[in-house]
């Protein structure tokens, strides 16, 4: 009987040991409800990673030196080609979210958002992409995101693109936003870092590189000490700043989107080193 229980209990052990080791939990900070063309005409190519940035000729107008790296793929050996259609990309990406046991933490337009989490209700956590002008382009208002956040279908507010406008999170155009998510205490992702190469001349006329530091978080957290923040991209190039503010404010987290798999690999290799 007890050899019995010995070779039964082996047995056990070696169907338990081949067993595919179940994909822990991911929860991704950086994830866009976004059309298929918002970037430019699909497909697109991007780099993953780029192996450099390449040139370009002041001579001829930027926008068309990078929609042909964006188009051929002309910067990086390993491009990702984007899928044709609004259709096609979401559900690819939610493919990819149930491959790997991922729970996407996903912006845009509320009504891109609703899409998404209408067609992956386990997999999306519906968050809000909002600039500051979005109050005036479609009526993003205090009142109107308060109510979105105290229905509790959105969970959190960003991407704030507010460098993309030329705004630093702690201007007072945004103050009245943090004051309401820090009550409803609702995390915020504010984009700090890169865009695209060179989007000044795409289009992003207000863009600058000098809110590339997440030193511009510092008086808004000051003045919100129970507001939830992470900041998008990490304050890539500059983290010497990323690390002092992190240091100076535990309320204030970051995620790696774009630079885990768009900068050159030996710039992200700093990255991991440093941190």
Same mark, same amino acid.
């Given at each position: 009987?007890?050899?019995?229980?010995?070779?039964?209990?082996?047995?056990?052990?070696?169907?338990?040991?081949?067993?595919?080791?179940?994909?822990?939990?991911?929860?991704?900070?950086?994830?866009?409800?976004?059309?298929?063309?918002?970037?430019?005409?699909?497909?697109?190519?991007?780099?993953?990673?780029?192996?450099?940035?390449?040139?370009?000729?002041?001579?001829?107008?930027?926008?068309?030196?990078?929609?042909?790296?964006?188009?051929?793929?002309?910067?990086?050996?390993?491009?990702?080609?984007?899928?044709?259609?609004?259709?096609?990309?979401?559900?690819?990406?939610?493919?990819?979210?149930?491959?790997?046991?991922?729970?996407?933490?996903?912006?845009?337009?509320?009504?891109?958002?609703?899409?998404?989490?209408?067609?992956?209700?386990?997999?999306?956590?519906?968050?809000?992409?909002?600039?500051?002008?979005?109050?005036?382009?479609?009526?993003?208002?205090?009142?109107?995101?308060?109510?979105?956040?105290?229905?509790?279908?959105?969970?959190?507010?960003?991407?704030?693109?507010?460098?993309?406008?030329?705004?630093?999170?702690?201007?007072?155009?945004?103050?009245?936003?943090?004051?309401?998510?820090?009550?409803?205490?609702?995390?915020?992702?504010?984009? /700090?870092?890169?865009?695209?190469?060179? $989007?000044?001349? !795409?289009? #992003?006329?207000?863009?600058?590189?000098?809110?590339?530091? *997440? @030193?511009?978080?510092?008086?808004?957290? /000051?003045?919100?000490?129970?507001?939830? $923040?992470?900041? !998008?991209? #990490?304050?890539?190039?500059?983290?010497?700043?990323?690390? *002092? @503010?992190?240091?100076?404010?535990?309320?204030?987290?970051?995620?790696?989107?774009?630079?885990?798999?768009?900068?050159?690999?030996?710039?992200?290799?700093?990255?991991?080193?440093?941190?």
């Amino acid at each position: 009987m007890r050899l019995t229980l010995l070779l039964l209990c082996a047995i056990g052990v070696a169907i338990t040991n081949a067993q595919p080791a179940k994909k822990l939990p991911i929860i991704d900070m950086h994830l866009h409800a976004l059309a298929a063309n918002d970037q430019g005409p699909a497909p697109m190519n991007i780099g993953a990673p780029f192996a450099h940035w390449g040139c370009h000729d002041p001579k001829q107008p930027y926008m068309q030196t990078i929609m042909q790296v964006f188009k051929n793929g002309d910067w990086t050996s390993h491009p990702l080609t984007s899928p044709l259609t609004d259709s096609a990309l979401m559900v690819q990406t939610i493919a990819v979210l149930n491959q790997y046991n991922v729970y996407g933490v996903t912006s845009g337009e509320p009504h891109m958002v609703r899409r998404w989490k209408a067609a992956a209700p386990k997999r999306i956590i519906n968050a809000v992409m909002w600039n500051y002008y979005d109050v005036q382009r479609v009526g993003l208002s205090v009142d109107s995101l308060q109510q979105l956040f105290q229905s509790s279908e959105f969970k959190v507010f960003g991407e704030l693109g507010l460098q993309y406008e030329g705004i630093s999170f702690s201007d007072s155009l945004v103050e009245p936003f943090l004051a309401m998510a820090e009550k409803l205490d609702i995390p915020v992702g504010v984009h /700090v870092g890169p865009g695209p190469p060179g $989007v000044i001349y !795409m289009g #992003a006329n207000n863009y600058r590189a000098r809110l590339h530091s *997440a @030193t511009q978080l510092e008086e808004a957290l /000051v003045r919100h000490p129970n507001l939830r $923040v992470y900041a !998008m991209h #990490a304050g890539w190039p500059m983290l010497d700043d990323m690390l *002092a @503010t992190l240091y100076a404010h535990p309320q204030l987290y970051v995620d790696l989107g774009i630079i885990a798999y768009a900068v050159p690999k030996k710039s992200f290799t700093i990255i991991s080193n440093e941190w």
